[in-house]
């Protein structure tokens, strides 16, 4: 059954505010991208036993990526 959802324009609002857009952090120092996934209301995780001093060579989801709030970047060094 291909059936389309209709919502109201209330009931989309509060759809759509529920998510945000995954920032590109790549080729940022870690401190500044925690801060700034953190300000997109997202959760950043890097791998065990790394360090705060790195330089993001790659993260997942990527950049322009639609997200729930609160859900993990994951973010990795060379």
Same mark, same amino acid.
């Given at each position: 059954m291909n059936v389309t959802p209709k919502y109201t324009e209330e009931e989309q609002k509060a759809i759509e505010g529920n998510y945000t857009i995954v920032p590109n952090v790549v080729?940022?120092?870690? /401190? &500044?991208?925690?801060?700034?996934?953190?300000?997109?209301?997202? &959760?950043?995780?890097?791998?065990?036993?790394i360090g705060d &001093?790195? +330089? +993001?060579?790659?993260?997942?989801p990527v950049a322009g990526t639609k997200v729930?709030?609160? /859900?993990? +970047?994951? +973010?990795?060094?060379k």
């Open positions: 080729n940022v120092e870690y /401190s &500044e991208a925690a801060g700034m996934i953190a300000g997109a209301q997202l &959760e950043c995780q890097k791998p065990d036993g &001093e790195f +330089v +993001v060579a790659a993260q997942y729930k709030r609160d /859900s993990k +970047v994951y +973010v990795y060094e």
